[in-house]
C-alpha cells in the first residue's frame, strides 16, 4: 500500500497563501465559455470553471491541497530553472528569482493571486524548461505563445496583472516573459528560447468581473456550510 497521502496541510506562508485561492497557472479555467450560447448570453459561468471553484471550496472546507507528485519530468524542470535564470541575467542583471526556496505570492484580491517565476521592473517571467521536442517547437513558434500554449499565455497575463497590481501601475504598462530552456541542445545559442508576451487588454479588462464573478460563486457554496 502507498503511504503517499493524496490530500496534505499546506506548509509554509507561500502554499498557505494559495490554498483556496485562483492562481495564474489555473486561470484560464474561469476564462471557458459555456456549452450553449444561452448561457453565454446571459454571463454564466462554465461547468470547467465551477468545477475548478469548487476545487477551491473544498481547499477552503477543509484546509487541505490536492498532493503534488513530482514526476521525473518536474524534478527536471525544478533542477534546470536556476541554470536558465542564470543565463537570463545576462540580459537583465537585475531580475528578482522566485524559486522553490524563495517563492511569492502577489495577491489580486482576496482569493485570487500569481507566482511569476521571476521579475525585473516592469517585465513579469514564466520559465519553463520542457523536453527537447517541446522546445523546439517554441524555437519555431515565432513568438505565439497563445496559439502554442494557451494556458502559459492565460498564466502570464495573470502574472502581469497580479504584479501590476502590487506596483500600482496599470498592468498595460508591463510586460510578460515567456522563457524556454534545454541545456540538451548541442548549440549553445539554442539552449534557450525567449520572447515578449504583451499584455492584452481584453483580458485585463475582463480580469476583475471574472474574478469578482468566480469569488461570488465561492461563497454561495462557502456560505451553505458555515454554522
Known sequence: MSNIEPYIYPEGKWMQMRAGS???SQIGKLFTSPKTKLA???????????????????????????????TPEMQWGLDQEPYAIEMIK???????????????FFSYSDFSG???????????FEVKC??????IE???CEGDLQ????DYWFQIQMNIACVAKDKGINPM???????????????????ICKFEVEPNESFQELLPFTIKQAEAYLRTIIDKFEL
Open 22 to 24: 485562483f492562481t495564474s
Open 40 to 70: 453565454k448570453d446571459n454571463g454564466e459561468l462554465s461547468e470547467t470553471a465551477k468545477s475548478y471553484i469548487f476545487d477551491k471550496a473544498a481547499e477552503l472546507l477543509t484546509g487541505t491541497i490536492r498532493n503534488t507528485y513530482t
Open 90 to 104: 545576462e540580459t537583465y542583471p537585475n531580475i528578482e528569482y522566485y524559486g522553490t526556496e524563495n517563492p511569492k
Open 114 to 124: 500569481g507566482s511569476p517565476d521571476a521579475v525585473c521592473d516592469n517585465i513579469v
Open 130 to 135: 520542457p523536453n527537447p521536442r517541446t522546445h
Open 138 to 140: 517554441y524555437l519555431l
Open 147 to 150: 496559439a502554442m500554449n494557451k
Open 173 to 191: 504598462d508591463m510586460t510578460g516573459m515567456f522563457v524556454s530552456y534545454c541545456p540538451l541542445m548541442i548549440e549553445p545559442k539554442l539552449r
